[in-house]
């Protein structure tokens, strides 16, 4: 293993660094990369196996904490490429009594690096690497794993969701109106397991769809730093342009689309809170991640009926139930195949619980006992 080992990641990274960084000397990195800041923040190692796999590649739109700590955690190192990368700092790893000796890491931007760089980087430049973890979008993802067919290295994959939200006539509406919006809104959409897609009983579906739109009025667009903002600005001109196709295709696909009224700034990248109003399952605005604040709602009669609609998705890594029957809740969490699933709440994380998707949401786990596996090899 590599005495100093490099990292990359990008500005989404830099919380969670936040928690696991230190300040390192800023001449042990290269010219371009200024440091912007310091952090002082160990962590701890909470398991220990006899089998590390050794040098861990990741590749991911923002550096996340259940994967690192469960890299640095078994004192793995770690070789980090951000998709899209803005802010650069430097530091270095700390363990519970000290700074951790072999991983050292810098933050850079890495804007403009192609997949087969990626490619390259990762199965042929960093020979002694057993896993690849990457983070992103199912398209990539795809490739990635066909990249790394045959080379015998472990793949973890996190990538794109559609989760369906549903809404039963016994549930508390204006508790779950709150959960709904949480659940698209939050972070302007960019989240993987945003609840994208809402499903409501027909018997309440107008009062459901009236309290959203009376909801999203309050909601304000603006900048992301300051404390009265509910949704921020989207993370690069490209997203904005896809989002924006989005709502073209929907409306294309005879859906009817609702903004709020609210104002946006006249510089940077905006998109109001956005919902669509009768939608079919195949429309591509149901089926097809957005990754921005777009809400696709579609009406149920029965228990079945939202069931199919929930798995009839290429996804599956989140969803959200709300009913006030327990019994209820215990059947649809075992029947819907997605790897979190919420009850009367939306977007809550327990980091002890592993996090993962089916389907073409990916592949391994994030968390908990379960998020370790992909990074040691057991022996006896």
């Not at 993987?192 to 309440?204: M, Y």
């Not at 690069?236 to 859906?255: C, D, N, R, T």
Request: proline share 4%; aromatic share 8%; net charge negative.
């Amino acid at each position: 293993m590599p005495a100093r080992h490099r990292w990359r990641v990008g500005l989404g990274g830099v919380l969670a660094l936040a928690v696991l960084a230190a300040c390192s000397d800023p001449e042990a990195f290269p010219s371009c990369c200024d440091p912007t800041g310091e952090f002082d923040v160990p962590f701890s190692v909470t398991n220990r196996f006899n089998f590390r796999t050794g040098v861990q590649e990741f590749i991911s739109r923002d550096l996340e904490i259940f994967t690192t700590a469960d890299v640095l955690t078994l004192q793995n190192a770690a070789n980090v490429q951000q998709l899209e990368g803005f802010s650069i700092i430097s530091g270095r790893v700390l363990g519970p009594s000290g700074p951790q000796e072999g991983v050292a890491l810098y933050v850079a931007d890495a804007d403009g690096l192609s997949i087969g760089r990626l490619f390259y980087n990762s199965i042929g430049g960093v020979p002694e690497l057993f896993n690849l973890a990457f983070t992103g979008s199912t398209e990539v993802g795809k490739k990635i794993q066909a990249a790394l067919a045959g080379t015998g290295r472990d793949l973890t994959l996190e990538l794109g969701g559609k989760a369906a939200n549903i809404v039963f006539a016994d549930a508390a509406i204006d508790q779950a109106v709150e959960g709904i919006v949480n659940g698209i809104f939050f972070n302007q959409g960019h989240v993987c397991c945003a609840g994208s897609r809402l499903l409501v009983q027909e018997s309440v579906a107008d009062e459901v769809i009236a309290k959203l739109k009376d909801r999203m009025e309050t909601l304000i667009v603006g900048d992301p730093l300051d404390k009265n903002t509910d949704i921020g600005a989207i993370n690069s001109p490209m997203q904005l342009e896809k989002i924006e196709s989005y709502l073209k295709i929907g409306q294309e696909e005879g859906g009817e689309m609702h903004q709020s009224s609210c104002r946006v700034p006249k510089r940077g990248y905006w998109c109001r809170p956005t919902i669509f109003t009768g939608v079919s399952q195949s429309s591509r605005v149901v089926q097809e991640e957005i990754f921005g604040p777009v809400l696709a709602i579609q009406t149920f009669r029965s228990y079945d009926e939202a069931l199919s609609k929930a798995n009839n998705s290429p996804y599956g890594l989140s969803g959200g139930i709300w009913t006030d029957k327990g019994a209820k809740i215990f059947h649809m969490t075992q029947q819907i195949r997605a790897g979190v699933v919420w009850a009367n709440t939306f977007n809550k994380f327990d980091p002890t619980s592993p996090f993962g998707g089916y389907k073409e949401s990916g592949v391994g786990r994030e968390g908990g006992l379960h998020g370790l596996d992909a990074y040691v090899k057991l022996g006896a």
